[in-house]
């Protein structure tokens, strides 16, 4: 069972910068793809990002293309959102979220996995 925890959520103003961090327990984190999960007030969670097991390879949703950055640092089994840009839409609770490895290239619905408890990004006009 992976334990995930993150962190680095807060309130940035909109064209702000935060960085989120997700660390992993329990496994061997190598073993784990890894995404972020974006969930806004009264809507489903939205798969934003995504990064595969040797960090070489990662998928971001077209809403945060070319704004957000997802890496990871395995020696310290940790995974990093790093946001740019901010807008109002973006929002909301961050969920890390991890599965096996070869499930990089699936579809990912919004209740599969292994779930941190979320962190809260405010973002201000």
């Known amino acids: 069972q992976v334990q995930l925890v993150e962190s680095g959520g807060g309130l940035v103003q909109a064209g702000g910068s935060l960085r989120l961090s997700c660390v992993a327990s329990g496994v061997d984190f190598s073993d784990y793809t890894v995404g972020w999960f974006h969930q806004a007030p009264g809507k489903e969670r939205e798969n934003v990002a995504r990064i595969d097991w040797s960090g070489l390879n990662s998928d971001y949703a077209d809403s945060v293309k070319g704004r957000f950055t997802i890496t990871r640092d395995n020696d310290r089994n940790t995974v990093f959102l790093h946001m740019y840009s901010l807008k109002s839409e973006d929002a909301g609770v961050y969920y890390c979220?991890?599965?096996?490895?070869?499930?990089?290239?699936?579809?990912?619905?919004?209740?599969?996995?292994?779930w941190g408890q979320g962190t809260q990004v405010t973002v201000s006009s």
């Open positions: 979220n991890a599965r096996p490895r070869h499930e990089y290239i699936y579809q990912w619905s919004p209740d599969s996995g292994s």
